[in-house]
């Protein structure tokens, strides 16, 4: 999805708070993030979808 809307990792990083790294992680299924919200997790992509 994220690059469906042009975003990079690092963008998506940016607006969840997190490393690239952990967001190559996450988004790959390596890690898995033990205690972030989530609703911290979804607040990038309703961004994103709002801004498609």
Known sequence: ?????G???SDLARAAGM???A???FEVG???PP???SSA???P???MSRSA
């Open 7 to 9: 975003w990079s990792q």
């Open 23 to 25: 967001a190559a992680r």
């Open 35 to 37: 205690c972030l919200s």
């Open 45 to 47: 992509w309703t961004r």
């Open 30 to 32: 390596e890690q898995f």
């Open 19 to 21: 490393t690239q790294s």
């Open 1 to 5: 999805m994220r690059e469906t809307r």
């Open 41 to 43: 997790w979804r607040a």
